[in-house]
């Protein structure tokens, strides 16, 4: 099975694998200073501890290893700011990949996530089979929403999402990015 990079450079910006407990009191810190930045959209927010925590981490190698699910620590500086996860959904088809990514809020505004996704995308497009990207949002996330329209996605009809964290509305923005209009859309703007 072909698998994405553990580890994408990206000058000041680099998305690695997970790294198990050693990371645990990183990622503990950011989440927790990014609670009420996260809460609005983040089901798992409500649940948030450091066993939670403790258990995200403790499942990232399997996720990695069945393909399934790819998430990356976000490290910029050298320091823990977030994380993206590049996944399958059991309901979409076989050849979409979803991006997914948060930011401690410090670390919002500087075209980390765009280029994060980016990154992201363009691994996607490289794994067998797979031809298209999505990013899915709640519509009222205006931020998360920049970043597919950074990128050249396609906005796509909403789809119906059950209503899990705050800031949700019973339906999902979706964006998509094919891998014919790829090259040039994901190259096009670098913030």
């Known amino acids: 099975m072909d698998l994405p990079p553990e580890v994408i450079e990206l000058d000041d910006l680099t998305l690695r694998a997970f790294d198990g407990g050693a990371?645990?009191?990183?990622?503990?810190?950011?989440?927790?200073?990014?609670?009420?930045?996260?809460?609005?959209?983040?089901?798992?927010v409500a649940e948030h501890s450091r066993a939670r925590t403790a258990g995200f981490l403790a499942d990232r190698a399997a996720c990695w290893a069945s393909g399934e699910e790819y998430t990356y620590a976000v490290v910029l500086d050298g320091a823990l700011v977030g994380a993206a996860t590049l996944l399958r959904h059991d309901d979409t088809p076989?050849?979409?990949?979803?991006?997914?990514?948060?930011l401690h809020p410090a670390a919002t505004g500087r075209g980390v996530a765009t280029r994060a996704a980016r990154a992201l995308t363009e691994q996607a497009l490289r794994l067998p089979?797979?031809?298209h990207v999505e990013i899915v949002?709640?519509?009222?996330?205006t931020a998360?929403?920049?970043v597919p329209v950074r990128l050249g996605f396609t906005e796509r009809p909403r789809r119906?999402?059950?209503s899990l964290a705050p800031g949700e509305?019973?339906?999902?923005?979706?964006?998509?990015?094919?891998r014919d209009r790829a090259g040039s859309a994901v190259a096009a703007d670098t913030r």
């Open 23 to 44: 990371d645990l009191p990183e990622l503990f810190r950011v989440i927790e200073e990014s609670l009420e930045h996260l809460r609005p959209w983040m089901p798992w």
């Open 94 to 102: 076989d050849d979409t990949r979803e991006i997914g990514y948060w």
């Open 129 to 131: 089979g797979v031809d």
């Open 137 to 141: 949002h709640a519509p009222a996330n």
């Open 144 to 146: 998360s929403g920049a």
């Open 160 to 162: 119906p999402a059950e």
């Open 169 to 178: 509305t019973g339906e999902v923005r979706v964006w998509r990015l094919s």
